[in-house]
């Protein structure tokens, strides 16, 4: 017996009748053996210039990548590829092969004479005017380039002021560049068509903001959307940035949020689930819908696209972004000293206080346009019936003698909201009881609460719920703010206020209605327990005075009605008040 040494022949009998021939059926690709078979032959099909025999061996998917590919040989053109394109021509790399790979996906032309649309948009193609192919598992529609009639209608309404537009001639127009929006953004992983679906009515405003929780920012927003209805703003959009619509599954109970309920909602998530903020996906989107007011609170990628994206939107739409407060020390998401310089130009600084007013002005008047606009949050006023019976309880609870006064605290347990201060004025009233109520992410004595008279009792879905008579004032110890709506709250529940000097807190309350501390000073703390002290000694009366005072101002600034109106003259008719 003759051994040649060829392996193929010591197969068992069974094996060699899988071999395939060379113009037999097609080869087996189960093994990994075969697979690597197929991708020589199809190298070899590439070579040969797809001979009809090896495209015998190629899979229907192969055969019209096949066919897409020998489309784009014929069709590109080199030369205006490489010219518009110095980085390929720079690397050296073949024109068809880097369109191929990377081009298409990135929205370079093929060619001056050719339209390409890419994915689901090239899927939803008309096929009378594009003609259809499959590249890689992926739609591909293509048809040739042509002037549409509204191109050609803005060019001569613009020659009739400059005559200078016709200069370039008809080759230079015929080569205008034009994209589609769908398209663009299917590049992005972005659904559009199903986004548009579920905006059921074009909106006449926007909002764009990063969660659905409860905070003052959302409160504010809701309000908002509350005064847009009255306004005729209507519908709304509330486009949620940062928030997945699963994680937002419990806003819709949340009594803050229930202006919200009545807009339109749509997470950003949902339809843009690829990493990246895409603003410029954002932009399209906005600008394509074109409402007549587009306002940006707390959302980052929103101030983003306004940055970068402000000219072209302000074309269309009145732009503002809100900057609540301005920490010094830049504590918490200091988009307040971020951004005011790159959308100033294109956009209104909103704010709900005269300091972070004054702050924006100062730092930003010398940009061509600064315009800066005051909008105080909104707050429900309690009716007659409910003030004189919630006076009734405060005269009984001051007129009382307890040994143990309880102060209460709301907001959320975080770093700049004062926790420190307010473990030292714990610590320094140790016979007292501090009751707080708010989210906490960690234990409060990583929190640096560790006074064992500071009683943590959950969060509150509803402030409205807490009965303000079992508490002798309400205390408020953050280290900077806006104007937070917790305060104004509370002005309606007939209970003392005794405030850091924060914020806008000090335009609506002056010293009749309100205690204030100074928050950045080492005897702050001492300031803060002598005044608490203080407000033991004072008589029923001059509590009640106090607490009718702050009622009196909150209501006269901030009530709906006020607030309304405020939202109509701003949004509608775009008179800035700062």
Not at 90 to 102: F, I, Q, S, T, Y
Not at 169 to 175: D, S, V
Not at 374 to 400: G, N, Q, Y
Request: proline share 6%; hydrophobic share 40%.
């Amino acid at each position: 017996m003759i051994d040649t040494n060829d392996p193929a022949d010591r197969q068992t009998p069974a094996l060699k009748s899988r071999r395939p021939s060379m113009f037999g059926d097609r080869p087996d690709t189960s093994s990994v053996g075969g697979l690597m078979l197929r991708k020589i032959i199809k190298r070899c099909a590439e070579r040969l210039g797809y001979s009809t025999r090896c495209q015998r061996w190629l899979t229907p998917e192969d055969q019209e990548s096949a066919k897409f590919r020998a489309f784009v040989e014929r069709n590109i053109d080199k030369a205006d590829y490489l010219s518009r394109n110095p980085d390929v021509a720079k690397a050296c790399a073949d024109p068809v092969e880097h369109w191929l790979n990377h081009g298409c996906l990135e929205g370079r032309r093929l060619s001056p004479d050719l339209e390409v649309l890419l994915g689901q948009t090239a899927a939803l193609a008309d096929q009378k005017t594009w003609e259809l192919f499959r590249y890689r598992g992926k739609f591909v529609a293509v048809r040739p380039t042509f002037l549409p009639q509204r191109v050609v209608d803005q060019i001569l309404e613009q020659g009739q002021f400059d005559a200078a537009v016709f200069a370039p001639g008809f080759h230079a127009i015929r080569t205008l560049r034009r994209y589609n929006f769908a398209d663009l953004l299917s590049r992005h992983g972005i659904d559009i068509t199903r986004l548009l679906g579920v905006i059921s009515q074009r909106p006449r405003a926007v909002i764009l903001l990063p969660f659905l929780v409860i905070g003052g920012v959302e409160k504010y927003a809701s309000a908002i959307v509350e005064a847009f209805e009255a306004a005729g703003l209507w519908p709304t959009l509330v486009l949620v940035t940062d928030q997945t619509e699963a994680a937002a599954a419990k806003w819709q109970p949340l009594s803050i949020l229930a202006p919200l309920r009545k807009a339109q909602i749509v997470f950003w998530r949902s339809f843009c689930p690829s990493v990246g903020r895409h603003e410029a996906a954002l932009a399209r989107i906005l600008n394509g819908i074109a409402p007549d007011v587009i306002l940006v609170i707390n959302s980052q990628v929103g101030l983003e696209m306004v940055s970068r994206y402000g000219r072209g939107l302000s074309q269309k739409s009145k732009l503002f972004c809100a900057f609540f407060g301005l920490s010094p020390n830049a504590l918490g998401a200091p988009y307040g000293w971020r951004y005011p310089r790159s959308t100033l130009p294109f956009a209104t600084a909103l704010t709900d206080n005269g300091r972070t007013a004054r702050i924006l002005r100062n730092s930003f008047a010398a940009l061509p346009q600064c315009r800066i606009a005051i909008l105080p949050p909104m707050s429900e006023l309690a009716t007659r019936e409910e003030w004189d019976e919630r006076l009734f309880a405060r005269r009984l609870r001051a007129a009382s003698v307890q040994p143990c006064k309880r102060w209460l605290w709301i907001s959320r347990i975080e770093y700049f909201k004062g926790l420190k201060l307010l473990n030292e004025v714990a610590t320094l009233r140790s016979g007292d009881e501090f009751h707080i109520f708010g989210p906490a992410d960690r234990p409060l004595e990583e929190l640096g609460l560790r006074s064992d008279n500071i009683k943590h009792n959950g969060f509150l879905n509803n402030v409205g719920t807490i009965d303000c008579a079992l508490y002798d004032a309400f205390i408020f110890t953050s280290m900077f703010e806006g104007m937070p709506n917790v305060v104004l709250e509370m002005a309606q529940k007939a209970i003392p206020l005794v405030l850091t000097r924060v914020g806008g807190l000090d335009e609506t309350f002056d010293d009749s209605a309100a205690i204030f501390i100074e928050p950045d000073k080492q005897s702050s703390s001492r300031s803060f327990a002598d005044a608490l002290a203080g407000l033991t000694m004072k008589s029923p009366d001059d509590i009640v005075s106090m607490v009718n005072a702050a009622y009196e101002q909150a209501s006269s600034r901030h009530g709906p009605e006020t607030f309304r109106r405020n939202v109509a003259r701003l949004f509608c008719t775009h008179e800035p008040n700062a």
